[in-house]
């Protein structure tokens, strides 16, 4: 069974920056996609970065040039840099990854999320 461990989160100050970490366990499979979305309190989740096996990565509009995720394939683990933190990049953020068991079966796998918190 895929486990996902966040870690990595806490309180910064407007301006500051912390890094999340996520390492995968019970991989059996290739990780095709690694993700982190974040959720605020009564919003809905949303995507804020996305890299592939090939490291194609997306960084949504709101965090381009503050937040960088990277990967480290050997340690099945992603991470997420965030700079320049303000107030709206809080939230719980979750990493969720997708694990092809065989050529055409996979498995969709979320942490349990870390919290971010961003005081001004």
């Known amino acids: 069974q895929v486990q996902l461990v966040e870690s990595g989160g806490g309180l910064a100050h407007t301006g500051g920056s912390l890094k999340l970490s996520c390492v995968a366990s019970?991989?059996?499979?290739?990780?095709?996609?690694m993700r982190w979305y974040r959720q605020a309190p009564g919003k809905q989740r949303e995507l804020v970065a996305s890299i592939n096996s090939i490291e194609a990565i997306v960084h949504v509009d709101t965090v381009k040039g503050r937040f960088t995720i990277s990967k480290d394939s050997a340690k099945n683990a992603v991470y997420l840099q965030m700079n320049s933190l303000n107030p709206e990049d809080a939230g719980v953020y979750f990493c969720?990854?997708?694990?092809?068991?065989?050529?055409?079966?996979?498995?969709?796998?979320w942490g349990q999320g870390t919290q971010v918190t961003v005081s001004s």
């Open positions: 969720n990854m997708v694990v092809y068991t065989t050529p055409s079966s996979f498995i969709d796998a």
């Open positions: 019970g991989i059996i499979g290739n990780i095709s996609r």
